[in-house]
């Protein structure tokens, strides 16, 4: 968490965004985006996902987006890995931080990344052995990001004990922390303040990495408020509220990096971001995927007259 921001709000569209449209972003537009949004104070980006290239072309080059991205000083370098292969990959890279998806949808899990969940668990087992058989300076923090885990396109509700045992297992396990992920859009505010909750009371304040929000029922930026209300210090969104989850039909968007910027400076809660020229950094979008749907209240609307940041 840099010192001078209340909250951290983690860019995943490179990720996130990029792995569910069909458009392939040229590496020179991603490398353009990432300086970019650095540029307007984002301090944490999640740059792309070492997965197999056949399952997803559109991050294929995710090797070079992470050396482009770690050429930006004081920018945290972040990866999604989806086994141990990934995790070696990301280390290889130079990766600062590594986040496993682990669903508590049995279902999804095995759809997502074709593990049961002791399977998954294990592989959490490997990264851990693997990161801690490195130098301290060259271990990338690792965080289990619980995906489904206020609800299932396939399974419907996912029982709030199996998401706490699944958190406290991931601990044990040796991961860094844990953090929240409403994958399909299910999540309202009652529930993320719930899991968050029992969450945190169960692995710690420390050991809690934040909220991973998708916007699919327009229920976003009131599920950040409900985490907000809790002190929770980190938002995932992605710029023009790009991408879904490709495994979850029906789901699209994560919350909007400039709609979720402009919440928190207009409550007085510092970011660190400049506003004005988050909102131009959807050119470098717009140009590079014409063919794209961009999202985004704040982008169409613009700043409100009087509007000052915190
Ligand atoms: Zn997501």
Redesign the pocket.
């Given at each position: 968490m840099p010192t001078n921001v209340d909250v951290l709000v983690s860019e995943?569209g490179p990720r996130?965004g990029l792995q569910s449209i069909k458009s392939i972003m040229p590496l020179a537009a991603k490398k353009e985006w990432i300086s970019a949004e650095a540029s307007a104070g984002v301090r944490e980006i999640e740059v792309g996902s070492f997965v197999s290239p056949k399952l997803l072309p559109q991050l294929a080059d995710t090797a070079e987006v992470v050396a482009h991205a770690l050429s930006i000083s004081g920018l945290t370098v972040a990866v999604l890995v989806p086994n141990l292969k990934g995790a070696q990959a990301a280390v290889e890279a130079g990766a600062h931080k590594i986040t496993l998806p682990f669903s508590a949808s049995d279902t999804h899990l095995l759809k997502n990344v074709r593990r049961t969940p002791e399977q998954m668990l294990e592989e959490t087992r490997a990264i851990v052995a693997l990161l801690r058989s490195l130098p301290a300076d060259r271990r990338p923090k690792f965080e289990v990001g619980i995906?489904t885990a206020f609800g299932c396109s396939y399974e419907g509700i996912v029982p709030e004990d199996k998401v706490v045992r699944l958190a406290e297992t991931a601990i044990e396990a040796g991961c860094d922390e844990v953090g929240l992920?409403d994958?399909t859009g299910y999540a309202n505010p009652a529930q993320v303040k719930s899991l968050v909750k029992r969450v945190r009371d169960t692995v710690g304040d420390s050991a809690f990495a934040g909220l991973?929000l998708?916007n699919t029922r327009g229920l976003g930026l009131a599920n950040v408020l409900a985490g907000l209300e809790l002190g929770v210090k980190t938002f995932?969104s992605s710029l023009a509220g790009l991408?879904?989850?490709p495994w979850a039909p029906g789901a699209s968007g994560?919350i909007v990096t400039e709609d979720l910027v402009f919440m928190l400076e207009a409550m007085g809660v510092h970011t660190g971001i400049d506003l004005n020229r988050l909102l131009s950094v959807r050119k470098i979008l717009a140009a590079s995927l014409p063919q794209e749907s961009l999202y985004g209240f704040v982008p169409e609307a613009g700043l409100p007259l009087g509007f000052s940041p915190a």
């Open positions: 995943v996130d995906s992920s994958s991973h998708h995932d991408g879904g989850c994560n």
